[in-house]
């Protein structure tokens, strides 16, 4: 019977393995986008709630923001595993600051800790699109944006993640106006902000399939802040 | 790390919160390849009374999570009387296992359903090898993902997310029955895993019929 087993796994074999099976890859690409827009006393940072394998959707309801103080979101995608290991990990390190400072952490700080735990990991990365979205020391709305190995800028406005190359460009249009002859527009308020993420999310889900389900917005105040869902398309 | 492959393997494993409680089902074949190897070996686990999961995958990273898992409900059981592990508690520990697993370039190639109740509402989540993890009220793994969750997105649908116990394992039944059709590593003999607020329980195992209307029922071409 044994004999017999080896020379059926023999039969099959490819490299190390008996079966026909793909090889270990660490990696996976679970899709996701992210966008966030600063103003004046607010931010909004959206994520669709979208989690994919390829063709495939594991969940409909996978939320991408995570409220880490009560002025600073981080919104994270790409390799799943390594959004929750990475925002688990950043949990505990802000937890950590609180009680050493006895004081919740500024965004710009949470900024540059999220840089550096990103290169920690630089020779085996967390493959990950991260912004980071918050109020500044002024109250003045503040977008990071990383790659995934921490390289940072502030912007006023950033799209990331799977349709984030959709996005983008959309904002440059009506947010950056580079180039732009058309009388300035009147100074941004969270509501036309709004109105441009839910455009942006909207036209993205038409145009990539991994981008859908729902929009979760996140909306930044001195005050708070503020949750709404939106739905998008879901085929 | 060229040893990463999976040897002996389970099939799809499938999900489903119902109105106070959480079923989970999977056939009791493990194949090596494409050979239908062993025939009876569960893949459901109840973990205590309020927990249950249940494993696809490589049998033997499943024997041996299992055992981690039976070892601490037992220091539960011994240490913290009355505090038993919770299908939230179990779900994020497989999670991290599984997670530190695939960062050393050894992982323990299984994917898993974990259900239950937790603080008196249904918890029903998914983990696999990577340590890819979400909570939904629709979970399957493996080929249920193409054949299984869409009948069980339909009925869920149709029923406005209000599924009864009964009805809930009437949809394994018949989730279990398409996989056994369309499925080649799939077996007809199979178990279903139930838990809510009386507590957990795994029936079977369970014969799946050849039934092919109830395919045909499904079938879009």
């Not at chain 2, 493990?30 to 490589?58: E, H, P, W």
Request: proline letters at 3%; charged letters at 20%.
């Amino acid at each position: 019977m044994f004999k017999e087993m080896q020379s059926l796994a023999n039969a099959q074999m490819t490299d190390a393995s008996p079966h026909k099976v793909a090889g270990f890859y660490p990696y996976a690409d679970n899709g996701g986008t992210l966008a966030a827009i600063a103003g004046d006393g607010f931010v909004v940072i959206g994520g669709d709630t979208r989690l994919t394998t390829g063709y495939q959707i594991y969940s409909r309801e996978a939320s991408k923001l995570t409220k880490l103080t009560d002025k600073t979101i981080i919104g994270s995608c790409g390799c799943w595993c390594d959004s929750l290991t990475f925002t688990k990990g950043l949990h505990i390190r802000l937890q950590y600051y609180l009680y050493e400072n006895n004081k919740p952490i500024s965004t710009n700080a949470t900024a540059q800790l999220v840089s550096n735990m990103l290169y920690q990991k630089r020779f085996f990365p967390y493959y990950v699109s991260t912004i980071v979205a918050g109020l500044d020391a002024d109250n003045q709305g503040a977008v990071y944006s990383y790659d995934p190995v921490g390289s940072t800028e502030r912007h006023r406005y950033r799209a990331q993640g799977t349709a984030g190359s959709l996005i983008q460009p959309f904002l440059d249009c009506v947010l950056g106006r580079g180039n732009q002859t058309a009388p300035e527009p009147e100074k941004l308020t969270k509501e036309q902000a709004m109105i441009y993420l839910k455009d942006a999310f909207m036209s993205a889900a038409e145009r990539e399939i991994g981008c859908g389900d729902f929009l979760q917005i996140m909306i930044v105040t001195p005050q708070g802040v503020e949750e709404e869902r939106f739905k998008l398309r879901k085929d | 790390m060229s040893n990463s492959y999976p040897v002996n393997t389970g099939s799809s494993v499938i999900g489903l919160c119902f109105d106070d409680g959480v079923v989970i089902a999977a056939d009791t074949l493990v194949s090596y390849g494409k050979m239908a190897r062993f025939f009876d070996c569960s893949r459901l686990y109840k973990v205590n009374q309020t927990t249950i999961a249940g494993c696809g995958g490589d049998y033997a990273d499943y024997q041996f999570l299992h055992n981690l898992i039976e070892q601490k409900q037992i220091d539960r059981e011994a240490n913290e009387q009355g505090v038993d592990l919770s299908p939230r508690a179990l779900h994020s520990w497989l999670t991290r296992v599984q997670y530190n697993r695939r960062s050393k370039f050894e992982p323990l190639w299984t994917s898993w359903v974990v259900g239950g109740i937790d603080e008196g509402k249904p918890f029903l989540g998914f983990v696999d090898k990577l340590g890819t993890a979400y909570k939904d009220s629709i979970i399957a793994t493996g080929f249920g993902t193409y054949m299984a969750v869409p009948v069980m997105r339909k009925f869920y649908d149709d029923k406005n997310g209000r599924i009864t116990r009964d009805e809930a394992i009437g949809l394994m039944k018949k989730c279990i029955g398409l996989l056994f059709a369309r499925d080649c590593s799939a077996h007809n003999m199979y178990e279903i895993a139930v838990v809510d607020a009386n507590g957990a329980e795994i029936l079977g195992p369970l014969r799946a019929t050849h039934d092919w209307s109830n395919v045909k029922e499904h079938r879009t071409s």
